[in-house]
């Protein structure tokens, strides 16, 4: 059996997205769910048929996401924030406590800030990353930073906002 070696994570990294086939067959798989349930119920039909559209049209937003992912990037900051590169520019961010670590996958929610036109204008988004839409060292480069990077940052981040919440 071959070993592979094992390097030090090394921060900032750069991880380049692509569109994940796992992401889009598991929302797949949900909406056919949904669908078919909706079609064997009770329901009158012109109300099978809005939420048989509705399902329909929500994966296709679903696909036009992952196909977005392709030329993006992340790069994984050492204070826990992160970098969105997209093909019109960069967005620094910072993920949200509903930010998720499955396993299988993992469930990014950010907040960023970018200055158009003399003003700030704050954005915030959220991805499914899966293993299959990054590199394979990138998967696990990722879940480190995320559960001993990023999450810390975001408990210090709530215990310095709860302090200055009692203060006054």
Do not use: C, N
Not at 17 to 30: F, N
Not at 71 to 96: F, I, R
Not at 102 to 111: A, C, K, N, P, V
Not at 133 to 152: S, T, Y
């Amino acid at each position: 059996m071959m070993l592979r070696e094992r390097r030090s994570v090394r921060f900032p990294y750069e991880i380049r997205l692509k569109p994940s086939r796992l992401s889009l067959g598991l929302s797949a798989a949900i909406h056919m769910i949904a669908a078919f349930a909706f079609l064997r119920s009770s329901f009158p039909s012109f109300a099978v048929v809005v939420v048989v559209v509705i399902a329909a049209l929500s994966q296709r937003f679903v696909m036009a996401a992952e196909r977005r992912k392709q030329g993006m990037a992340l790069t994984l900051q050492p204070d826990g924030s992160l970098k969105l590169t997209v093909p019109g520019g960069e967005l620094h961010a910072l993920p949200q406590a509903a930010s998720t670590d499955f396993g299988w996958g993992l469930w990014l929610h950010w907040e960023g800030s970018q200055h158009r036109a003399a003003r700030q204008q704050v954005l915030r988004g959220a991805m499914m990353l899966m293993p299959d839409g990054v590199d394979a060292d990138a998967w696990r480069e990722l879940r480190i930073w995320f559960r001993h990077v990023a999450k810390p940052a975001l408990s210090a981040k709530a215990e310095v906002a709860k302090e200055e919440e009692e203060r006054g």
